[in-house]
């Protein structure tokens, strides 16, 4: 039997790095426990109201932040937060798959408009790859608003 995975990001601030990741790939924000799956405001004010509950003090509300895939399928990612700064590139990075099907000019006008919308949303544009008309169709390197590199394929 296979395993289910969760991906986990080290961050300096978890729910806004999640947010990011949420609008990125259509994710919804974990709810708590009890909560279902809802808008993501309205969800991480049940959080917060959660967190209150049971007597976590304010200043520990964003230690942690967790997103699912409504459909059930894509893994849980958790970002917690830590102190340090990222220092080194990444030895695993997130393909978005932007583009299923397409190839050459489309493809990469498809990846184009997403890494537009992904840059309003607090990304970073770090090269593009062009296709090799061979085994590279060609994608986009990017980094999320906390620079974990991650790239549009």
């Known amino acids: 039997m296979s ?35 809802g808008d993501p405001e309205e969800t991480v004010a049940a959080w917060t109201d959660f ?12 230690a942690a932040f967790a997103l699912v ?9 958790f970002f917690q937060q830590v102190p340090e700064d990222k220092v080194a590139k990444n030895r695993l990075h997130v393909d978005v798959r932007a583009a299923p099907g397409l190839s050459g000019d489309d ?8 890494c537009d919308r992904l840059v309003a949303l607090g990304a970073t544009r770090r090269a593009r790859h062009e296709p090799d008309g061979g085994m590279h169709a060609g994608h986009i390197v990017m ?8 790239c549009l394929d």
């Open 3 to 37: 395993r289910t995975i969760q991906l986990t990001y080290d961050a300096h601030d978890p729910r806004r790095l999640g947010l990011f990741w949420l609008a990125a790939l259509d994710y919804a924000v974990d709810p708590p426990p009890g909560g279902e799956i």
């Open 51 to 62: 967190l209150r509950s049971v007597g976590m003090p304010e200043e520990q509300h964003n």
């Open 69 to 77: 895939d409504p459909q059930g399928t894509g893994p849980r990612i």
């Open 107 to 114: 493809r990469m006008a498809a990846l184009e408009r997403e």
């Open 143 to 150: 980094a999320d608003p906390e620079g974990n590199e991650f």
